[in-house]
């Protein structure tokens, strides 16, 4: 498949995307492009459509109207063989997780190794390993099953299995929910990491306004079926948009946008 995108040429590209269910119209009008190397966030209210954005840009999910291009294709146009060469340039994190529960840590990270590749078991392993010890989980634990582990921790391992057959492009759905405020501020600062050793281009989805500032180059707000701004923190503070102004000038989110701007 061809590779050669260029710096400015999105990565992901939507135009004028709709989304309806019977008479509910989720998205009316959605536009919106991330580039490459860049950590992209799709934030919004509970309802406004981040994780139906989310399943279509997936290709789990056709939208009503409009165009999505992934890596350069139409979504809409792709053959099961573009498909799953698609895949393959992807890593998911799902938000709780999506680990297998008869697998140990390590055999949920070797599980798309073994699926996609024809690699030895011993290079499998090594590999998972190494994507196992990038995130900062004990190695000493990768016998264990998800039932056995923290929040926090089930994250990790999703993490390094989302990370695993070196993607392009990663999704992380909500990485923080649930997790406490100091696991959250250590996932945050593991994404960083992330994005400095590999340079990925990230489509964070979260209302976590901490994560937010911490860790995006640009936001997308989804509201009333439409983006309704798109930008970095800073930017997006000084919209004039109501429902933008209410989501950073609350009371949570004076909280979380404080301590960066009192960073020198």
Same mark, same amino acid.
């Given at each position: 498949?061809?590779?050669?995108?260029?710096?400015?040429?999105?990565?992901?590209?939507?135009?004028?995307?709709?989304?309806?269910?019977?008479?509910?119209?989720?998205?009316? #009008?959605? /536009?919106?492009?991330?580039?490459?190397? %860049?950590?992209?966030? !799709?934030?919004?209210?509970?309802?406004?459509?981040?994780? @139906?954005?989310?399943?279509?840009?997936?290709?789990?999910?056709?939208?009503?109207?409009?165009?999505?291009?992934?890596?350069?294709? $139409?979504?809409?146009?792709? @053959? %099961?063989?573009?498909?799953?060469?698609?895949?393959?340039?992807?890593?998911?994190?799902?938000?709780?997780?999506?680990?297998?529960? /008869?697998? @140990?840590?390590?055999?949920?990270?070797?599980?798309?190794?073994?699926?996609?590749?024809?690699?030895?078991? &011993?290079?499998?392993?090594?590999?998972?390993?190494?994507?196992?010890?990038?995130?900062?989980?004990?190695?000493?634990?990768?016998?264990?099953?998800?039932?056995?582990?923290?929040?926090?921790?089930?994250?990790?391992?999703?993490?390094?299995?989302?990370?695993?057959?070196?993607?392009?492009?990663?999704?992380?759905? %909500?990485? *923080?929910?649930?997790?406490?405020? =100091?696991?959250?501020?250590?996932? #945050?600062?593991?994404?960083?990491?992330?994005?400095?050793?590999?340079?990925? @281009?990230?489509?964070?989805? *979260?209302?976590?306004?901490?994560?937010?500032?911490?860790?995006? $180059?640009?936001?997308?707000?989804?509201?009333?079926?439409?983006?309704?701004? !798109?930008?970095?923190?800073?930017?997006? /503070?000084?919209?004039?948009?109501? =429902?933008?102004?209410?989501?950073?000038?609350?009371?949570?989110?004076?909280? &979380?946008?404080?301590?960066?701007?009192?960073? %020198?």
């Amino acid at each position: 498949m061809e590779r050669g995108i260029s710096e400015r040429e999105p990565i992901i590209d939507v135009r004028h995307v709709c989304t309806r269910f019977g008479q509910a119209t989720v998205h009316e #009008d959605v /536009s919106l492009a991330v580039y490459r190397g %860049e950590v992209f966030a !799709i934030a919004g209210g509970n309802g406004c459509g981040k994780s @139906t954005l989310l399943r279509e840009l997936l290709l789990l999910q056709k939208p009503s109207g409009g165009t999505i291009r992934l890596l350069g294709y $139409d979504t809409a146009q792709l @053959t %099961e063989m573009q498909a799953r060469a698609i895949y393959r340039r992807c890593g998911v994190m799902f938000q709780h997780g999506a680990l297998f529960s /008869s697998l @140990t840590v390590v055999e949920n990270v070797e599980a798309p190794l073994r699926e996609h590749t024809r690699l030895s078991q &011993a290079l499998v392993r090594d590999i998972a390993l190494i994507k196992i010890a990038l995130t900062g989980f004990p190695l000493a634990s990768i016998g264990k099953y998800p039932n056995e582990l923290s929040g926090g921790m089930r994250k990790r391992v999703a993490l390094a299995r989302a990370v695993a057959l070196d993607p392009e492009v990663l999704f992380l759905d %909500e990485p *923080t929910s649930g997790l406490d405020p =100091i696991s959250a501020a250590e996932f #945050d600062e593991l994404v960083q990491r992330l994005k400095h050793w590999f340079g990925l @281009t990230m489509v964070i989805i *979260t209302h976590d306004l901490d994560t937010l500032w911490r860790v995006t $180059d640009r936001v997308a707000i989804l509201g009333n079926g439409r983006v309704l701004g !798109i930008g970095t923190m800073q930017e997006l /503070s000084y919209s004039d948009d109501p =429902i933008i102004r209410e989501y950073f000038h609350g009371p949570r989110g004076r909280a &979380a946008r404080e301590p960066v701007w009192n960073r %020198e």
